[in-house]
């Protein structure tokens, strides 16, 4: 092989390689129009349905934990506000931070 022949080869393999938005206006259609490049559909966004249930979970989540504290509100009406943690576990505002952990901070409606 010529050399020529070896540069038009890797100028095809050039052309293979690129997307059809950089192909020149000369490998165009041989009817004179212009090949326009595929456009690119739309990514389908997930359907709310499908969002919902993972939304509705923490509310169900949520309305048992609510549930829990709310009992244990029940057992202490001498207390305007008490520190629950998730295991059920009741703490006293005054109580440190280090030991009543993650603990949610509820007020109780049944203080008296």
Do not use: C, W
């Not at 009817?31 to 969002?51: A, F, L, N, S």
């Not at 008490?82 to 030991?99: M, Q, R």
């Amino acid at each position: 092989m010529s050399r020529t022949n070896k540069d038009e080869k890797l100028e095809e393999k050039k052309d293979e390689q690129k997307p059809a938005a950089e192909i020149p206006a000369e490998n165009a259609k041989a009817d004179g129009q212009e090949q326009k490049p595929e456009e690119e559909e739309p990514v389908k966004e997930e359907k709310k349905d499908e969002q919902k249930p993972a939304a509705r979970k923490p509310a169900k989540a949520e309305t048992e934990e609510d549930k829990q504290a709310d009992a244990i509100l029940k057992l202490y009406p001498q207390y305007k506000e008490l520190y629950i943690d998730s295991k059920g576990g009741a703490f006293t505002v005054g109580t440190p931070e280090h030991i009543r952990g993650k603990a949610k901070l509820y007020k109780n409606k049944y203080f008296k």
